[in-house]
T-cell receptor
Framework: AQKITQTQPGMFVQEKEAVTLDCTYD???????LFWYKQPSSGEMIFLIY??????QNATEGRYSLNFQKARKSANLVISASQLGDSAMYFC????????????FGKGTRLSVIA | NAGVTQTPKFQVLKTGQSMTLQCAQD?????MSWYRQDPGMGLRLIHY???????DQGEVPNGYNVSRSTTEDFPLRLLSAAPSQTSVYFC??????????????FGDGTRLSIL
């Protein structure tokens, strides 16, 4: 079975600083995908970034990058130059690439950006 | 471009009542799923579908039914509402199943309260 652990219930970061949100996962599948989603206070789920387990490079999307350490089974999200609009819940999720095993979500980290 | 549309956005039910949460997508996605989000629990999968006529159970299926008669629609039925089903419900869809690198697109959610 797959499991996602996000150990930081809440994080604070100063505006314009970088912040790392932790995500570790557990799976026995050799091939899998990792996703990060943002949920602002308005409630919608917004896809941020994807990392495949066999991707040679860490994924980047604008100010978002993924620090993927396969041996440690970690996929931390790095947000550079934090903005007030980054204040939200952030969820890490994963699924194996085989079959139709559904996406499993972590419990989330609430990020607060301080001016 | 509507994306994933959920109705209603808010609903209050009495214990024992039944109702259907509607979900429609206009992106021709094969894969659709229903999640519930409870405080501190992240998103938990209720049911999912890999195509019209095919559905399967997720992590927390008890008390819910689904059907998928068309590619576009994936309604979620509460058979006899219970206070434990008070939650925010999200519908999501994607081109490929979760094993692909395609992110899921989420609706705006339905906030359901059972009295």
């Amino acid at each position: 079975a797959q499991k996602i652990t996000q150990t930081q219930p809440g994080m604070f970061v100063q505006e314009k600083e970088a912040v790392t949100l932790d995500c570790t996962y557990d799976t026995s599948d050799p091939s899998y995908g990792l996703f990060w989603y943002k949920q602002p206070s308005s409630g919608e789920m917004i896809f941020l970034i994807y990392q495949g387990s066999y991707d040679q490079q860490n994924a980047t999307e604008g100010r978002y990058s993924l620090n993927f350490q396969k041996a440690r089974k970690s996929a931390n999200l790095v947000i550079s130059a934090s903005q007030l609009g980054d204040s939200a819940m952030y969820f890490c999720a994963m699924s194996p690439n085989s079959g139709n095993t559904p996406l499993v979500f972590g419990k989330g980290t609430r990020l607060s950006v301080i001016a | 471009n509507a994306g994933v549309t959920q109705t209603p956005k808010f609903q209050v039910l009495k214990t024992g009542q039944s109702m259907t949460l509607q979900c429609a997508q206009d992106m021709n996605h094969e894969y659709m799923s229903w999640y519930r989000q409870d405080p501190g629990m992240g998103l938990r999968l209720i049911h999912y579908s890999v195509g019209a006529g095919i559905t399967d159970q997720g992590e927390v299926p008890n008390g819910y039914n689904v059907s998928r008669s068309t590619t576009e629609d994936f309604p979620l039925r509460l058979l006899s509402a219970a206070p434990s089903q008070t939650s925010v419900y999200f519908c999501a869809s994607s081109f490929g199943g979760p094993g692909s690198n395609q992110p899921q697109h989420f609706g705006d959610g339905t906030r359901l309260s059972i009295l």
